[in-house]
């Protein structure tokens, strides 16, 4: 499997998603859409091997400028965790992308 890196989002056994966060100096973290967070190695231990599903790529996914999801930059955006560069956002829950 692909290191995870912070703002990754992966899908576990089961088929749930997660978005990871934190730095791996103090452990990487993982939040589904309901809220539930647990370490990368609970979530591997209980529903199975993490699948990379979307990694940001683009400087502005990244810095924070644009949706992690799709990439707009013109709409409403709701904080979405934290990345590499710092604050991650997402598109208001309307976005267009899953």
Same mark, same amino acid.
């Given at each position: 499997? =692909?290191?995870? @890196?912070? !703002?990754?989002? #992966?899908?576990?056994? #089961? *088929?749930?998603?997660?978005f990871i966060h934190g730095h791996h100096a103090f452990g990487l973290h993982a939040t589904n859409a309901i809220g539930t967070c647990a370490t990368v190695a609970d979530i591997t231990r ?6 990379? #599903?979307? $990694? %940001?790529? =683009? @400087?502005? &996914?990244?810095? *924070?400028? !644009?949706?992690? $999801?799709? *990439? $707009? /930059?013109?709409?409403?955006? #709701? %904080? !979405?965790?934290? *990345?590499? $560069?710092? &604050? ?5 829950? /309307?976005? %267009? =992308? %899953?």
């Amino acid at each position: 499997m =692909t290191e995870l @890196r912070p !703002a990754d989002t #992966v899908a576990d056994g #089961v *088929g749930h998603l997660w978005f990871i966060h934190g730095h791996h100096a103090f452990g990487l973290h993982a939040t589904n859409a309901i809220g539930t967070c647990a370490t990368v190695a609970d979530i591997t231990r209980m529903f199975g091997d993490l699948k990379l #599903v979307y $990694r %940001p790529t =683009t @400087r502005d &996914q990244l810095d *924070g400028v !644009a949706c992690i $999801r799709c *990439g $707009r /930059t013109d709409t409403p955006m #709701v %904080p !979405a965790g934290s *990345g590499p $560069r710092g &604050q991650l956002f997402t598109c208001s829950p /309307t976005c %267009p =992308t %899953p």
